[in-house]
Structures are given as structure tokens and as C-alpha cells.
């Protein structure tokens, strides 16, 4: 595998377990638990909410120091829109807030910003600031940072079949490389590290078809006490699974 560190560099990282060679190229993240963390500390949900921006900022400053490719977050589902009201309209506000007051930083860091999921449930003003975002750093070469909101599995593969149908109306035999140009994150490859915080074990409708062979992690921590050494830790873990793809252990060790 590509070298991405000097032997320097290596010691940057929190742990001595992390092996700076063999990191994911694509880590995706459902971001749970702001509620039960500002709950626990009596205060209100969006307070978690608020905190968990604080959290988001520091790990694409990881993500881009080590040379991830790729970031995805899940910032809100199409099944949050069942939330209390006030919650939805905070976490609207919040998204623009961090949209306008983060994305020149993203620039200047080299950052491209991506939003998947479906913007017919926006506000004007923000898919105004979503598009502003995306095209001040759609020529950015390091980090791809991309946000699902109003972003669900099933929306995304369903859409993708209406616009491959329509796109090819006399073909009756479609594969899965036809399907793939139309799915939202075909600018990217399938996620190799997929990390869950706040104790749930599922998947919540997020990348359904994306995460077919990807390598999940769970951790109990909440995500506004998501550090960067709870990162490694996801990491370790990411790097001690054998993937296998369906083939046998014998026939991975001799690839
Ligand atoms: C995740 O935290 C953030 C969003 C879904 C927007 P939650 O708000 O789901 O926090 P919990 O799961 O209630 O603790
Ligand atoms: C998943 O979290 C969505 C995001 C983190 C944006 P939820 O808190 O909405 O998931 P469920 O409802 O517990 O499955
Ligand atoms: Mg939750």
C-alpha cells in the first residue's frame, strides 16, 4: 500500500497501534447521540447538537491531516423530519450557521464540500448556501467532505433507478455498473470504514448500497465526546479486520 506518512509523521498520531499505511481511503459516520449527551448534563438536545459541530470541525482537520480521501457524515436523516419542529428548525439553522462561517476554512484547506440527499426540502436560503459552498470549493484537490442531509438509502437508490431508466429507455437488461453513475456518491468509491457512535448497531438508512462491503464499527461514545483518540480507536479496529470480499483467508494472504 502507498506510503502516506514518514516515520516523523507517524508519531503525530495519538496511538503507536494506528499503522499510518494501510488507513481507510473513505470513512463514513452516522453521528449519534446529541440528545442523550446534552441530556445527561440537563440541558437542552440542541445543546449536543451545537456541541457536535465543535467535534465535526476537528475530525475533517484529522481526516485532512492524514491523507483520508474521503469523509461522509450523516448530518440528518430523511426520517429526522419527524422530530419535534423547533429541534428540525435549530438543526436547519445550525447547518447554514456552520456552512456560512466554515467554508472559506474548508477552502483554504483545500477542501471540497459535497452534499448528498434530497434539497426539495430545504429552505431557498440554504440550498442558496449549500450551492455557494459547493462551487467555491468544487476544484479542491485534498479532503472531499461530503454532508447527507434529508439523505436516505432508499431515496437514493430509488432515484437512481428512475434517472438510469430514464436515461437509457429502450435498455430492459440493466446491471449494477449501470446504476452506480446515478447513485449520489459516484464521485467516490464504496466506504471502507463506517462508524456508528451513541450505541446503536444499525444503519439508520444511510449508504444502503455503498456500505455492501464495508467494515462496521459501533462505540458507545456519544458524539459530542467523539476525540480523536476514539478515532484511532475506530481506526485500530478498521485495521485489524481481514477483507475478504468472498474469497477465502488463503486466497487473501497470497494477493
Ligand atoms: C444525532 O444525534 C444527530 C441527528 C440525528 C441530527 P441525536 O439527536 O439522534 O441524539 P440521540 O440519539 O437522541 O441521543
Ligand atoms: C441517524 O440517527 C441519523 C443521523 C445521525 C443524522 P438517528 O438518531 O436519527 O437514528 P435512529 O432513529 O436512532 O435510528
Ligand atoms: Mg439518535
Keep these: 500500500m502507498k ?16 499503522e499510518p499505511e494501510s488507513l ?6 452516522i453521528m449519534d447521540g446529541n440528545g442523550r449527551w446534552a441530556r445527561k448534563r440537563l440541558l437542552p438536545r440542541v445543546a449536543g447538537h451545537k456541541r457536535g459541530v465543535e467535534v465535526v470541525r476537528e475530525l475533517v482537520k484529522q481526516c485532512a ?3 483520508i480521501e474521503y469523509l461522509t457524515l450523516f448530518a440528518f436523516s430523511s426520517e429526522n423530519w419527524r422530530r ?6 435549530f438543526l436547519m439553522g445550525l447547518f447554514m450557521e456552520a456552512l456560512q462561517r466554515e467554508v472559506v476554512k474548508l477552502h483554504e484547506n483545500n477542501i471540497r464540500l459535497i452534499l448528498i440527499g434530497d434539497r426539495a426540502g430545504f429552505s431557498d436560503e440554504l440550498n442558496a448556501q449549500i450551492e455557494a459552498s459547493e462551487k467555491m470549493t468544487a476544484e479542491n484537490t485534498g479532503l472531499t467532505l461530503t454532508i447527507a442531509a434529508n439523505y436516505g438509502g432508499r431515496w437514493d437508490v430509488l432515484h437512481a433507478a428512475k434517472q438510469m431508466v430514464a436515461a437509457n429507455p429502450s435498455n430492459d437488461s440493466f446491471n449494477e455498473e449501470d446504476i452506480a453513475p446515478f447513485l449520489s456518491m459516484h464521485y467516490a468509491p464504496e466506504p471502507d470504514l463506517f462508524i456508528r457512535t451513541g450505541g446503536e448497531q444499525r444503519i439508520s438508512n444511510f449508504l444502503l448500497w455503498q456500505l455492501a462491503y464495508t467494515e462496521l464499527y459501533f462505540t458507545d461514545v456519544l458524539w459530542p ?4 483518540a476514539c478515532f484511532d480507536d475506530a481506526i485500530i479496529s478498521y485495521q485489524q479486520r481481514e477483507r475478504r470480499f ?10
Design 3 to 18: 506510503r502516506l506518512f514518514s516515520k516523523k509523521q507517524t508519531s503525530q498520531l495519538n496511538k503507536a497501534e494506528v
Design 24 to 29: 481507510p481511503n473513505h470513512v463514513a459516520v
Design 65 to 67: 491531516k492524514l491523507n
Design 84 to 89: 419535534p419542529e423547533e429541534e428540525v428548525t
Design 225 to 228: 465526546d467523539f476525540d480523536l
Design 246 to 255: 468472498g474469497r477465502t483467508s488463503e486466497q487473501v494472504a497470497k494477493a
